[in-house]
Structure formats: structure tokens, C-alpha cells
T-cell receptor
């Protein structure tokens, strides 16, 4: 079992819809969770982080964490073509230094 | 904003050459990391460092070494470049639990 698993996609959604990206992790001791966006040919950029169970909202983005189910998700409301990218889920272990990345989910928003 | 600067955006080197990839961060971060990213394989950790003159192997250290003589600079060395080291190389820095900031990446081609 991989430490961090994501569906590779591509996930295709129409413009204006909600995109839902999911991630599961294996280490129950994980404390911090991050979502990165990576455009083709570019480096990853941090868009959201979450530490506590529940939802965290930032503009059109909502991160959701359920530690009991070892599940973290990212919702993108009112999806735009500019949201088309690969989204990487990353999980930080209990010693707080090193991230483990999922392989990423490709999102395509169609206008 | 934290800035992580990688010295080269694109590099072409010959098989057997010794290759130096430089990374500098400007926010006094303790942690620095080197990853490579390949299609279908995601981000793979090569080496990381939590302090000056300190280094630890990641998941794929073979064929690589690192140097951290100053806190702001973390160098990746390919001792004898091979074609299977053709890849995108990403440097990142962080404070504990804060997630990473990535550099813009170096696309290395070994011919």
C-alpha cells in the first residue's frame, strides 16, 4: 500500500462545477496535510493546508480532513479553466519535517 | 514571500560528467530537500537536510550526493551523470510543519 494515494484521473468537470479531489494516507500518526497545484512544466505551489479534523475554507477552495478515516479532500467551487492542473496531496509525519506526496490527480476544467 | 532559487532552468550534460545543481533559499529555513519528478512516478525524495552540514538519504539517493555548507544553500551533485538521471529536479525548503516552498525546478537532460 502506498503511503499517500490519489486517483490519477484525469478528472473532467465543466466550468462552474465543483471539483472534488480525494486522498487517503496510511500513517495514522500524520499531523499535517497539504494540497499543491502544479501546472504543466512548472513546480508545485502550495494552495491549502489543514491540521484539524473538519473543513477549512479559503476562497473557492475547501480542504476537508477526517483523521479517523485517514482521508483528506480538496473541493474547488466554481471551477475555472485556469484550475486545470495536477493536484498533489502531501502528508507530513509526526516528526514534522518530511512530506510524503501522492502521485497527483489531473484536473481538467472544460469551458 | 519565501523565495527558493535554483540556479539553472534547463541543463544538458554528457554521460559521465559531474553535475552540480544549486539551490538557495532566502528565509532562513532549517529544512531543505531535493526531489526528482518523472512522469508516472511522481515526486521522489533524493536527499534532505535539517541543518548545516547535516544530510540524510531519501528514497532514491544512489548516484547522488549533497552538500550543505551554509544554511541557505543546498547543492545536489550527480557524481557521474547517466541517461537515467534525465529528469526534472526540484529543490524545496521549509520550516517544521509549514509545508514546502519549491524552487522553479531544473530540467536536466543527460545525453
Amino acid at each position: 500500500q502506498k503511503e499517500v494515494e490519489q486517483n490519477s484521473g484525469p478528472l473532467s468537470v465543466p466550468e462552474g462545477a465543483i471539483a472534488s479531489l480525494n486522498c487517503t494516507y496510511s500513517d495514522r500518526g500524520s499531523q499535517s496535510f497539504f494540497w499543491y497545484r502544479q501546472y504543466s512544466g512548472k513546480s508545485p505551489e502550495l494552495i491549502m493546508f489543514i491540521y484539524s479534523n473538519g473543513d477549512k475554507e479559503d476562497g473557492r477552495f475547501t480542504a476537508q480532513l477526517n483523521k479517523a478515516s485517514q482521508y483528506v479532500s480538496l473541493l474547488i467551487r466554481d471551477s475555472q479553466p485556469s484550475d486545470s492542473a495536477t493536484y498533489l496531496c502531501a502528508v507530513e509525519g509526526k516528526y514534522g519535517n518530511k512530506l510524503v506526496f501522492g502521485a497527483g490527480t489531473i484536473l481538467r476544467v472544460k469551458s | 514571500d519565501v523565495k527558493v532559487t535554483q540556479s539553472s532552468r534547463y541543463l544538458v550534460k554528457r554521460t559521465g560528467e559531474k553535475v552540480f545543481l544549486e539551490c538557495v533559499q532566502d528565509m532562513d529555513h532549517e529544512n531543505m530537500f531535493w526531489y526528482r519528478q518523472d512522469p508516472g512516478l511522481g515526486l521522489r525524495l533524493i536527499y534532505f537536510s535539517y541543518d548545516v552540514k547535516m544530510k540524510e538519504k531519501g528514497d532514491i539517493p544512489e548516484g547522488y550526493s549533497v552538500s550543505r555548507e551554509k544554511k541557505e544553500r543546498f547543492s545536489l551533485i550527480l557524481e557521474s551523470a547517466s541517461t537515467n538521471q534525465t529528469s526534472m529536479y526540484l529543490c524545496a525548503s521549509s520550516l517544521p510543519t509549514n509545508g514546502y516552498t519549491f524552487g522553479s525546478g531544473t530540467r536536466l537532460t543527460v545525453v
